[in-house]
């Protein structure tokens, strides 16, 4: 656990830490909600280690570092790509 507390002690600084967390992760997502979590993230002084996290750690919802899961997905896994055959 101390890991991972230390990896993402850069949260501590989000420009999110006094956003309602629904607006990251809203139970029903709009492009309203998207529009305004991205918003924030925009003018954020950790974006880029809070979008390397996401990417890192896979985060399967949510806004993160100003991207959708499927921005994220989109990034981690590109057009044509494709998963290795298993041997």
Known sequence: MRKKVREIGWATRGACRTSDPDLFFPLTPS???????????????????????????????????????????????????RRPAAS
């Open 31 to 81: 492009v309203e909600h998207e529009a305004r979590a991205k918003a924030v993230c925009a003018g954020c002084a950790v974006l880029k280690e809070c979008r390397a996290y996401a990417l890192r750690a896979g985060e399967p919802e949510g806004i993160w570092g100003g991207l959708t899961v499927e921005e994220r997905r989109g990034m981690r896994f590109p057009a044509g790509w």
